[in-house]
């Protein structure tokens, strides 16, 4: 077919979207453009912690939307020095710095990183050690560092000085581990990968040879962060502090807001003028990250989180138990769940939609649950509902075809 009989969207055609949109959100509610109303389990892909129009977030963006966006980083910015402030006060870090998205804020890290090893005067000391099933974003070097030749074919040479290891394997590590090794960069639990949840004696072996060899740990943690697996950040759960960490997705609540958090030994090299951006933490975003924090860290809030997500996990389980024809597995982390299947993630997704509830899709055949962190029970109550509803309507179909066409990657 022609480029002009193909194309309708002028948009350039690099997702393929589900042919739906939507008007407006209300909290786990969203409304597509004809009226439906969905359960929004995919939260815009961990975006929107809070939910869709949290009047508080509203708020924020009212108030300081009125008074000043945008003076750059060549000035003194309030809102990011309290949003920085806080931050490190609630983190393993002690300073921050703001980008606009996830991939700007590993691509921040792996910078800071390699800068640490030249200035203690070990330049050579570049390489990174990443990991298999990693998603860390879609630049140049954010895509060099996961690795994954799906994303990497076409684009030219691989930037240079990453080195891929199967996730969990601590002896695999060690072999990469060379005189020119930095550092090591992992997400605690891979979200893209699957909702691999990375066993707590891996990563405290990770640190333990960081310590060993004087590498930096990095935690890539932008779809973890930010109250999602009901911790504030998921190194707590595994009591394994990184040196550098990357957040973005829920910190801005649906605004883009990312960050790189990092210890004041790992980010020694980053002085004046080694690093910028124009956008990154300029008032307006600032000020929906600090409303973002002022509802994630009142006190209950992350421990909602933890109790929804044990609730969301449980009622999954008994759907496994129910359809195991249709579900093989359920794991993850507070509200960051993934359900492994035995049909085709897409075929998963479609019928889940058709009962109004969106979920994502990711690699190992697993759909992942991301709903709001303000999600309460009956919302939860509802949401396995129609699950169960989704399982019922693929069982409906001929089982034999299902199994067949399952692959083993579908994003
Ligand atoms: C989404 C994601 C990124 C990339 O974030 P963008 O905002 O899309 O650039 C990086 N790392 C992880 C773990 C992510 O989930």
């Known amino acids: 077919m022609s480029w002009s009989e193909k194309v309708t969207s002028a ?48 708020a924020a963006l009212d108030e300081q939307g009125a008074k000043l966006w945008h003076t750059s980083n060549l000035f003194e910015i309030p809102q990011a020095e309290r ?16 980008t606009n998205s996830g991939a700007e804020a590993v691509e921040g890290a792996i910078k800071t990183a390699r800068k640490y090893q030249s200035s203690g005067g070990h330049p050579e000391k570049f390489r990174i050690i990443t990991f298999d099933g990693a998603f860390h974003g879609r630049t140049l070097a954010t895509i060099a560092a996961a690795g994954n030749p799906k994303y990497l074919e076409g684009f030219g040479p691989r930037v240079e000085g990453f080195d891929t290891v199967p996730f969990g394997d601590i002896e695999a590590v060690k072999a990469a581990l060379g005189p020119q090794t930095g550092a ?14 990375a066993p707590p004696h891996f990563l405290r072996s990770l640190r333990d040879l960081c310590d060993e060899h004087g590498l930096l740990l990095l935690f890539d943690e932008v779809q ?33 807001l990312g960050a790189f ?5 790992a980010g020694r090299g980053m002085t004046a003028g080694t690093h910028g951006t124009t956008y990154g933490g300029n008032p307006l975003a600032a000020s929906i990250g600090n409303a973002v924090l002022d509802v ?20 999954l389980a008994g759907l496994q138990e129910r359809h195991g024809g249709i579900i093989s597995g359920i794991r993850g982390e507070g509200l ?19 009962e109004g509830i969106l979920v994502i899709p990711a690699a190992e055949n697993v759909a992942r ?43």
């Not at 909290?27 to 453009?33: C, E, F, H, Q």
């Not at 958090?261 to 030994?265: A, D, I, K, P």
């Open 184 to 197: 090591i960069l992992i997400e605690p639990i891979q979200g893209e990968g699957g909702i691999r949840v």
């Open 296 to 315: 994630v860290l009142a006190p209950g809030f992350i421990e909602h989180v933890g109790l929804m997500g044990a609730r969301l996990k449980q009622g």
């Open 83 to 98: 949003l920085a402030q806080r931050l490190v006060a609630a983190s393993f870090a002690d300073t921050v710095f703001f």
């Open 369 to 411: 649950l991301l709903p709001p962190l303000i999600i309460g029970e009956a919302e939860i109550s509802e949401a396995l509902a129609r699950f169960e509803a989704a399982c019922l309507r693929l069982e409906s179909r001929d089982p034999e075809t299902m199994a067949a066409k399952v692959s083993g990657t579908a994003v």
């Open 224 to 256: 973890t962060g930010v109250g999602r697996t009901g911790k504030l950040f998921a190194y707590e759960l595994f009591s394994v502090p990184p040196d550098i960490m990357a957040v973005a997705k829920g910190i801005g609540g649906g605004f883009p």
């Open 336 to 354: 960051m769940q993934g359900i492994a299947l035995r049909v085709p993630v897409n075929d998963f997704a479609a019928a889940a939609r058709a």
């Open 11 to 58: 948009l350039l055609p690099v997702y393929a979207r589900v042919n739906l949109a939507f008007e407006r959100g209300d909290g786990a509610w969203l409304t597509s453009t004809s009226g439906e109303r969905f359960l929004d389990f995919g939260g815009g892909i961990a975006v929107a912690s809070l939910g869709h129009s949290h009047s508080h977030l509203v």
């Open 261 to 265: 958090l990092s210890t004041r030994e």
